[in-house]
């Protein structure tokens, strides 16, 4: 029997199988973050697909803190009745639907908020700094804050249904840049030693168990490096891991990166060298060595394109679930083709639109799919050959239009 296939049992939730499709932007809400049936028909081709388990795109958990256009938004229940058909939705096919919150901190686009803020007043890299603004050191207040904004979005997240929520803390957004020491220089209890710097994740995680039931669901996506020189060292990413397995995570992500080092898209971890052909996924080394210290269970995401290699991840105690992301967006039926034995069809290629410095960021990774992902919500077929440049000027013109409305209704507030 292909391994792939197993079910697995976490808390009261059966994952029927053991592909997860693993978060990515959808850019489907409205200007005030709201869910519609374009989330529902995305998630459930993905479900009729097969999938065991969906974990949503970014979900904010501050509607001041947008990281883009379109990017859904949870602090209240404004949106229940459609979360609850959302959640409804997946339970109907068998698909374990987690939802993933996050706060992006400092990775906001200029002028989409009226401010950024992050653990530290931390200036973007030369290249990336038109693009993105100094954030603002968060008071400690604010801190507080918002880890309560984390666990009332969770506390909805239940309400409407769903088993669980993944807590984003990779790829350079706020929970990330607590850990990492390249972007939190602080001083008091929020930085300096790892202890101090993982308080925020942890303090994240406690506040969601204290407001859920014993049944529900809680992972966490972590980073396993940042691929930047002075970010968090490998045994400071060992001591997180550990932290939250204690801690009673039921499952860890594992992945890498940030905006300004995208090891997510594969850019940063050299993934055409022997050993990653032979073993494809981008991070499954590391989960080797992290296998060793955690009891929970554990996800590996980026590189999978060959049931073989799937199974062999599986086969090799290193992980119990395989994360797919971006084959799902040209192939929605992907995991029943998995099922039957057949690989990835079409091979993840780097999204280029002949602009260098567009081409050097993790953006178009995130934009190009997005557009595929609104053809599959509104019933057409994905388009594999469908053009970067054309996708990055519609996301442009919607950015500007959405940052001169911000600052209209900002005017009007006055």
């Not at 993105?132 to 984390?150: K, M, N, S, V």
């Not at 909805?156 to 249904?161: L, Q």
């Not at 940030?258 to 073993?279: L, N, Q, V």
């Not at 980026?302 to 971006?326: K, P």
Request: hydrophobic share 45%.
């Amino acid at each position: 029997m292909s391994l792939i296939a197993e079910p697995l049992k976490i808390r009261h939730s059966i994952f029927k199988n053991r592909i997860i499709k693993a978060a990515m932007s959808e850019a489907l809400a409205n200007d005030q973050g709201q869910p519609n049936h374009l989330h529902l028909g995305l998630y459930e081709a993905w479900a009729k697909g097969g999938v065991g388990c969906a974990i949503s795109g970014n979900i904010m958990v501050d509607a001041r803190a947008k990281n883009e256009p379109g990017v859904l938004v949870i602090e209240n229940e404004r949106d229940l009745a459609l979360l609850k058909q959302w959640a409804e939705m997946g339970k109907r096919y068998g698909m374990v639907q987690l939802l993933q919150l996050s706060h992006p901190g400092r990775q906001c686009p200029k002028g989409l908020n009226w401010e950024t803020v992050a653990p530290s007043a931390i200036p973007f890299s030369l290249a990336l700094s038109s693009m993105f603004a100094t954030p603002r050191e968060l008071r400690d207040a604010e801190i507080r804050e918002i880890i309560q904004r984390f666990a009332r979005a969770a506390q909805i997240c239940e309400r409407a249904g769903f088993e669980g929520v993944q807590l984003h803390a990779a790829h350079g957004y706020l929970i990330s840049e607590f850990l990492s020491p390249l972007t939190n220089q602080r001083q008091d209890q929020w930085g300096g030693s790892i202890e101090n710097r993982s308080r925020f994740l942890l303090e994240i995680y406690q506040a969601v168990r204290a407001v859920t039931s014993e049944n529900f669901l809680v992972a966490v996506k972590l980073n396993s490096a940042d691929f930047q020189r002075g970010g968090i060292s490998e045994e400071e990413v060992l001591h997180v891991f550990k932290l939250m397995d204690a801690a009673g995570i039921d499952l860890i992500e594992i992945s890498g990166g940030t905006y300004e080092a995208p090891a997510m898209t594969g850019k940063k971890t050299e993934p055409h060298k022997a050993s990653s052909i032979a073993r494809e996924a981008y991070f499954l080394e590391f989960a080797e060595k992290i296998r060793q210290h955690v009891r929970c269970k554990l996800m590996v995401t980026g590189g999978f394109r060959t049931v073989q290699g799937m199974n062999a991840a599986l086969q090799s105690g290193a992980c119990d679930f395989i994360g797919i992301a971006r084959p799902f967006a040209v192939e929605p039926d992907l995991t029943n083709k998995l099922m039957a034995g057949q690989d990835v069809k079409y091979a993840v290629q780097p999204i280029k639109t002949g602009i260098s410095v567009i081409d050097k960021m993790a953006i178009m990774e995130i934009i190009w799919y997005a557009a595929q992902f609104k053809a599959i919500a509104q019933g057409h077929r994905p388009n594999p050959r469908l053009s970067a440049l054309s996708v990055f000027l519609k996301y442009a013109k919607n950015n500007l239009q959405a940052v001169l409305k911000g600052r209209l209704n900002s005017r009007k507030s006055v």
